[in-house]
């Protein structure tokens, strides 16, 4: 497999590093077995217990963000095959580790106000069933990000700059960023949530960014390599990019 030889972690002086996708051998293919890029037995591979929402994993409704009125995009047919999708993707993948969460962002309006990134009944996947896990998931359900253009950039966290820039963004450590530009991250740290990648979605029908996948680790990897081409081989599985 191919390897990241010239990519550099995010430092809080330099935002989102380009991840040259084109540079990745596309070797993954429904049927594969999903092969280390370093010594080991691929049995030990992780696959995420895959949620529709989070109705699936907790008997009772999260409550929306206060404050905030957020249209219900299930009438969007569009958006609900979108979402369908991101389940076939999430099914698709397998991590180093078990300590894993990958979430789904996508856009929302909110009444009157502006246009958002909610995480809040979109498809999610953990490597595991844990309090550390299932309580950062919560927590991300009460964050909105604004991604309208005229929202200043170094406001924005890491989903919302993936969205506005369709570029992916990486840390070996979300220590790395600062509270603002990373909002969750003491949160994440608590939960050892260290290692993050944030990679654009893109329908390729319409060449549209139609949301971010977001993946925190609990290991400090130098590459991420292997997680990027499991992504973006079950991306284009599902016609996605």
């Known amino acids: 497999m191919g390897s990241f030889l ?5 430092k809080s002086s330099d935002e989102g590093k380009i991840l040259d996708f084109d540079s990745i051998p596309d070797t993954l293919t429904k049927n594969d077995k999903p092969e280390l890029p370093f010594s080991g037995d691929s049995r030990y591979l992780t696959r995420l217990c895959v949620f529709e929402n989070e109705e699936q994993l907790s008997p009772s409704r999260l409550a929306q963000p206060s404050g905030f009125e957020l249209r219900d995009d299930n009438i969007n047919p569009h958006k609900k ?6 389940i076939a993707v ?3 993948l397998t991590f180093r580790e078990q300590h894993v969460i990958v979430q789904f962002w996508s856009p929302a309006d909110v009444v009157g106000k502006h246009q958002v990134l909610t995480t809040m009944d979109r498809p999610f996947g953990l490597g595991e ?7 950062y998931r919560k927590e991300s359900q009460h964050n909105l990000y604004v991604v309208d ?3 200043e950039e170094e406001e924005l966290s890491p989903p919302a700059r993936v969205f ?3 570029l992916p963004e990486w840390t070996l450590d979300v220590a790395n960023y600062s509270p603002k530009q990373f909002p969750q991250k003491e949160s994440a740290i608590r939960r050892d949530l260290h290692g993050y990648v944030a990679l654009p979605v893109v329908d390729l029908s319409t ?3 139609v949301g971010v996948l977001e993946i925190l680790t ?3 990897y130098i590459s991420y390599a292997y997680e990027i081409q499991q992504v973006q081989s079950a991306l284009k599985v599902s016609s996605l990019l």
Not at 81 to 86: E, G, L, P, S, V
């Open 6 to 10: 010239n990519l550099q972690s995010f």
């Open 81 to 86: 095959i979108i979402q369908d999708k991101i």
């Open 90 to 92: 999430l099914k698709l």
């Open 129 to 135: 069933i844990t309090e550390q896990l299932t309580s």
């Open 149 to 151: 253009n005229d929202h």
């Open 164 to 166: 506005r820039r369709r």
């Open 207 to 209: 060449s549209s960014c």
């Open 218 to 220: 609990s290991s400090k």
